[in-house]
């Protein structure tokens, strides 16, 4: 899980400018801000860098995972 959707919301930033400066489509940038999947390393470090946080700040540390 990651809080892309949350963290664009806190800085005011649009889907459609994270996904042209990504060079991505709309569509893959929703689904992750969706969470219905996830970007690779290098693309959660390159939103980050772009939204001027730490990578760590992308992550839901509290989402519990079950087995």
Do not use: C
């Amino acid at each position: 899980m990651n809080r892309i959707k949350e963290v664009l919301k806190e800085k005011s930033v649009k889907q459609t400018w994270l996904a042209e400066k990504l060079g991505k489509s709309y569509n893959m940038v929703n689904s992750y801000v969706q969470n219905r999947s996830q970007p690779s390393l290098e693309t959660l470090f390159r939103i980050a860098e772009l939204l001027n946080v730490d990578p760590t700040d992308l992550i839901d540390n509290n989402h519990s995972q079950k087995d």
